[in-house]
């Protein structure tokens, strides 16, 4: 049996491309990306990391492909995209997933991710990932990384899938971003860590979006601005809390203590809206939503966001 590790990588934006270069420090993994907009340059050039943390590196993927359909199946499918339309990419994948071999790794924003995968692959493994990676690609596969770097881990257990083979491909998963040196924690359940991030994300990519302002100059536009963000935060809270997922009470103040030792700062929904692209609302949104009506838990603030974004949203698409 080969020793090497066949990881499949899609979605090369920054923080794709940032745990491409994690990855690729293995000399265990084999990995074929996925590119689109950067294809000519990655095939050309490889890609090109400058990091704060881990110095200047350019290196060459086995393979770049354009699409899945061009690659076999593989032991890891990393997913680092833009949480839209997750459903079909989930349908996009199959050429590359294995009901028998392949976990499917992803490294998101928002909640209620796994799902679509799930749906499409019910007998495959699942890790999900929260990433606090800051970095940013300026020109097609060169990526700037700052110093910021952490990620939770853990499964997202499937009752089909023997408990010690998903044990196993968590593990063998961890081993290789141990060997790529980047900073991470394993949790024993995600849940919590990916609501946490959600409340987070709710409140500062909505508003900023909306008012096309950054954080500090929403928290000052009036006296209500702040009062009005943690009731937005309080609502996020307790529909995680229906989920069963126990985020605690002091969550608000640590989130608004967290964003005023900050410069004002606009999120990268906002970044997304300005440039006209699909912005990730229903993972951010639309989840919570739909589980604040599936459980009878009042979230007016919430809904009244999601549905206006979703109407920015669909002027965006329109026009694409
Ligand atoms: C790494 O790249 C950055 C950005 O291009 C540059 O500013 C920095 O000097 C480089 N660092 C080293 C050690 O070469
Ligand atoms: C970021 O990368 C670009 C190349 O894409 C480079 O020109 C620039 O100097 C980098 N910026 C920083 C702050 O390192």
């Known amino acids: ?116 995968f799930r749906n499409q692959f019910p007998k495959n493994s699942i890790l999900t990932c929260v990433t606090w990676v800051g970095a940013i690609q300026n020109s097609p596969g060169i990526i700037n990384h700052t110093k910021s770097e952490d990620m939770q881990i853990g499964l997202f257990p499937n009752p089909q899938v023997n408990k010690a083979t998903e044990q196993q491909r968590l593990d063998t998963f961890v081993a290789l971003l141990q060997k790529g040196e980047t900073k991470f924690t394993v949790l024993e359940d995600m849940q919590p860590q990916r609501w946490e991030k959600v409340v987070w994300n709710v409140a500062w990519n909505s508003l900023t979006t909306l008012t096309m302002v950054d954080t500090q100059t929403w928290l000052h536009s009036s006296p209500d601005a702040e009062p009005y963000t943690r009731r937005l935060m309080h609502e996020v809270i307790q529909v995680a809390r229906g989920c069963g997922v126990q985020l605690e009470d002091g969550l608000i103040d640590q989130l608004m203590d967290r964003i005023n030792a900050m410069p004002g700062i606009g999120s990268s929904m906002q970044t997304d809206c300005k440039s006209n692209r699909p912005m990730e609302i229903d993972v951010i949104l639309g989840f919570p939503v739909r589980k604040s009506r599936e459980l009878g838990i009042p979230a007016p603030y919430l809904e009244s966001l999601y549905v206006i974004l979703r109407a920015v949203d669909g002027r965006i698409r329109a026009a694409l």
Request: glycine share 6%; proline share 3%.
């Open 1 to 116: 049996m080969s020793d090497k590790i066949d990881v499949l990588l899609y979605g090369l934006g920054a923080i794709g491309s940032f745990y491409a270069f994690i990855l690729s420090r293995s000399d265990r993994v084999r990995l074929t990306v996925v590119a689109r907009s950067n294809y000519d340059a990655v095939k050309a050039n490889g890609i090109t990391i400058n990091s704060e943390n881990h110095g200047n590196h350019t290196f060459r993927p086995h393979q770049v492909v354009r699409s899945p359909a061009e690659a076999g199946p593989v032991d890891y499918v990393v997913c680092a995209h833009k949480a839209i339309d997750q459903e079909d990419v989930a349908v996009r994948l199959a050429p590359v997933v294995d009901q028998d071999r392949t976990t499917i790794v992803i490294i998101q924003n928002g909640v209620g991710n796994e799902e679509a």
